[in-house]
């Protein structure tokens, strides 16, 4: 009968359990990915030996100074602070600017304070205001073709003498007169504005020593 065969059949005979064949299928396959992760595990921690023992060198302070006049470099000027550190005229002689060294010795205004240019668009506009030697000033200003203009300038109506006093209404007046404008990115930053008239002015970066003015040669005449 076939119940009594089926029973009859000894161990050996019966059928192996299907779970253990997928397991030992299964065993080659993970060992050769463990080989595989090992393998390339190793060779990305010697590539990186490699890349530690030879970093690159930055030459950057070796390299020539890029072109300050490029347009580009204008665009960058949102959210800058500035002070005036150089006013060459036209003619090479330099014109005395406020500091606090230049009018160290006038007893009535011995603390001159530096011109300065803050360009911010936190309020969601592009708005200008600084100090002009005497008062403070604000307006706008706009970032086109490469060029730094300003529109809509005002401000307070103190009286003042010394340095800061003489040079407010040529700095105001420089502000709608310019032709072109330059930034020296690399530190120490600056900013280069060359008037309709052919006078320079640099600016530094707050807090930072100036830049050499591009094209400024050494003789400079000194101011009359």
Request: glycine share 8%; proline share 8%; aromatic share 4%.
């Amino acid at each position: 009968m076939p119940i009594s065969q089926t029973a009859s059949q000894t161990p050996s005979q019966a059928p192996s359990h299907p779970r253990m064949n997928m397991r030992q299928r299964l065993r080659p396959a993970r060992g050769e990915f463990v080989r595989k992760l090992a393998t390339r595990t190793a060779m990305l921690a010697a590539a990186l030996l490699v890349c530690a023992c030879k970093l690159p060198v930055h030459t950057d302070a070796s390299a020539p100074l890029p072109d300050p006049f490029n347009p580009a470099t204008t665009q960058l000027l949102d959210n800058t602070h500035w002070q005036l550190v150089e006013w060459k005229r036209a003619d090479g002689t330099l014109r005395a600017v406020p500091g606090p060294k230049s009018d160290a010795g006038n007893t009535e205004n011995p603390d001159a304070r530096p011109i300065t240019l803050d360009l911010s668009t936190e309020s969601g506009q592009r708005r200008a205001s600084g100090f002009s030697g005497c008062n403070r000033y604000f307006g706008a200003y706009t970032l086109k073709n490469g060029l730094l203009s300003f529109s809509q300038l005002g401000g307070t109506r103190m009286a003042c003498i010394g340095t800061g006093g003489d040079i407010e209404g040529a700095w105001l007046e420089a502000l709608s007169h310019i032709a072109r404008s330059g930034v020296q990115m690399r530190h120490p930053q600056s900013l280069f504005l060359v008037l309709e008239n052919g006078d320079r002015l640099t600016l530094a970066e707050q807090g930072a020593e100036p830049a050499p003015t591009p094209g400024a040669a050494s003789d400079a005449k000194p101011a009359q």
